[in-house]
Structure formats: structure tokens, C-alpha cells
């Protein structure tokens, strides 16, 4: 039987251990790195990493093997947070329990380590790594489909169509359009990414992104119904921030219950395109119901 915390316990000290070397690569630290590594070392769960991981190890690859692409994902999945948490944005003065970056260095710092980690996580992807490294065609598609996901037609878009919608009802399919982007497109490319960059092949890839877009989504009306009945001290930042701005969720749309059913049917859906894996995807498998099941 298949055991899900002592796998990601594992999985996140492999990440934790390599973004570690990254950081002793850049010499001596300063003000700026120091607000780099505060974000990094928040207690994230390290989500997208790990599902990047799990991908590889879905079609036989050797999971250590994509820990760049793992740790260029956490890195520009932290350079997102602290941006979305700027005065300019959603001004949040709490992420994972503690002073979020500008609130513990200054706006100026915040955005300048967001910038920088942003431009870290694509040296990490570009630079000579370790033994065994993927061909270059799937490299540079594993790289691309990052770039996209990161881009101005994933994750930023996704984030600028956020803001454009305070205050202003969503219906439920631009609502899941929006969320598809901010959050399932980094996810999507996670899987993707660890897919090629393990050796998969494209049918194997496809499945996989189908699977990542399911779990993305499930994964962001789960965060919506935390922000309404999420416990505070559990998830280390405030509850109830999304009625305050008037934001269009899955809850304010459908009901908390029937928002709840939403993230389990996606859950089923997205573990229904990896049936015909065999037991070496168990691992997406219980990150998949992990994903519905999260209290933070």
C-alpha cells in the first residue's frame, strides 16, 4: 500500500537540499538573496515540485533526474507569491504563518527578489546539470512549456484577469478559464515538464497534462473553499479575503457543498486519464486526492 507523507516528506528534502546548492552557487549572500531564500524556506509544500517529480517516476524515469525543472517551477511559483502578495495586488500582510516578503524586507526588496527568482529558476533550466540529461528537443519543450505556463498566456494572464474581475461576477466557465491559468497551467506544466524531461513519450505527456489540468483546477476550488471555512493558524494567512474583494469563487457560485463536489469530481476525472498507468503513478494518484483533502 502506497503512503503518501513519508513520499513527499522525502521528495520535499530533495528539493529543499537542491534549491540549497543553487543558493551556495550564487556566493555570498546580501540583502536582496536573503529575501529570496526567506520566501523559498516558508514551509510551501512544494506541490508543483513534487508532482514534476511523480511524473517522471509515472513513466520510468528516475525522479531525481528532473530535480532542475522541479526547482525552477518552486522558484517561480515563490517569485508569484510575492508578488501577488504586494500592496499593488492582493496586499496580504501573512503567507505560511509569517511576514510575507515586503512586509519583512520592503516593496522595493519584494519585487526586485521576485524578479530575481523568476530569471534563477530559467538559468537553472538552461545550465548544464547532472549526468543523463534529457535529449535536447525534450529538454527545450519541457523548458517552452514552463515559459508558457509562467507567461503572459498562463499564470500571468490568469492573475491579471483576477484582477480585472474584483468586484465584478464571473460566470462559472470564465471563472474556471481564469483559474485554469493562474493556477492549473503551472501544474499542467509540472507534470508535462517531468514527462519530457524523464523521457516520456507524447501520448504519455498528453495524458499527463490532461491529468494536471483536472488536479489544477480541483486544486484552486479547494483553495477557494479554504478561504471560507479554512482555519486561519492551519493555512497561515487570513480566511475570508476573497468576499472582502469581491471575488468571483467557486463557493460564491455554486454553494460551499456543491463547490466541494466540484473538486472531488475533477479529483475522479483527472485520476481517470492515468488508469492506464500502472502502479509506478500511485504516487499522482494520492497527491491527486491529497490535493481535496488539505486542510492549508
Not at 519541457?142 to 498562463?154: D, E, F, M, P, S
Not at 483576477?162 to 506544466?189: F, N, Q, S, V
Request: glycine residues 10%.
Amino acid at each position: 500500500m502506497f503512503e503518501l507523507p513519508p513520499y513527499l516528506d522525502l521528495r520535499r528534502r530533495q528539493v529543499d537540499a537542491a534549491l540549497a546548492r543553487i543558493f551556495e552557487g550564487l556566493g555570498d549572500p546580501g540583502r536582496l538573496i536573503d529575501a529570496m531564500r526567506y520566501s523559498l524556506a516558508a514551509g510551501g509544500k512544494r506541490i508543483r515540485p513534487v508532482l514534476c517529480m511523480a511524473a517522471c517516476e509515472a513513466i520510468g524515469g528516475k525522479p531525481e533526474a528532473v530535480l532542475e525543472p522541479a526547482c525552477a517551477l518552486e522558484l517561480i511559483h515563490t517569485y508569484s507569491l510575492i508578488h501577488d502578495d504586494l500592496p499593488a495586488m492582493d496586499d496580504d500582510a501573512l503567507r505560511r504563518g509569517q511576514p510575507t516578503c515586503h512586509v519583512a524586507f520592503d516593496e522595493a526588496t519584494a519585487i526586485l527578489a521576485g524578479d530575481a527568482l523568476l530569471t534563477l529558476a530559467f538559468q537553472v533550466l538552461a545550465q548544464p546539470g547532472a549526468d543523463n540529461q534529457p535529449a535536447p528537443e525534450k529538454r527545450t519543450a519541457a523548458i517552452a512549456r514552463i515559459a508558457r505556463a509562467a507567461g503572459c498566456r498562463g499564470m500571468i494572464e490568469g492573475q491579471m484577469r483576477d484582477i480585472a474581475a474584483e468586484g465584478r461576477p464571473l460566470a462559472l466557465d470564465r471563472l474556471a478559464e481564469l483559474h485554469g491559468l493562474k493556477t492549473g497551467a503551472l501544474i499542467t506544466a509540472a507534470v508535462g515538464s517531468g514527462a519530457l524531461w524523464g523521457g516520456g513519450d507524447e501520448d504519455q505527456v498528453r495524458v499527463l497534462e490532461d491529468y494536471g489540468a483536472k488536479i489544477g483546477l480541483a486544486f484552486q476550488v479547494t483553495d477557494d473553499n479554504l478561504n471560507v471555512e479554512g482555519d486561519p493558524a492551519e493555512l497561515g494567512k487570513a480566511v475570508g479575503t476573497d468576499a472582502a474583494r469581491s471575488k468571483t469563487t467557486y463557493p460564491a457560485l455554486l454553494g460551499l457543498e456543491r463547490s466541494k463536489t466540484l473538486a472531488r469530481d475533477l479529483v475522479a476525472e483527472g485520476l481517470q486519464t492515468i488508469a492506464g498507468f500502472d502502479t509506478k503513478a500511485d504516487p499522482l494518484r494520492a497527491i491527486a486526492r491529497y490535493i481535496v483533502s488539505r486542510r492549508r
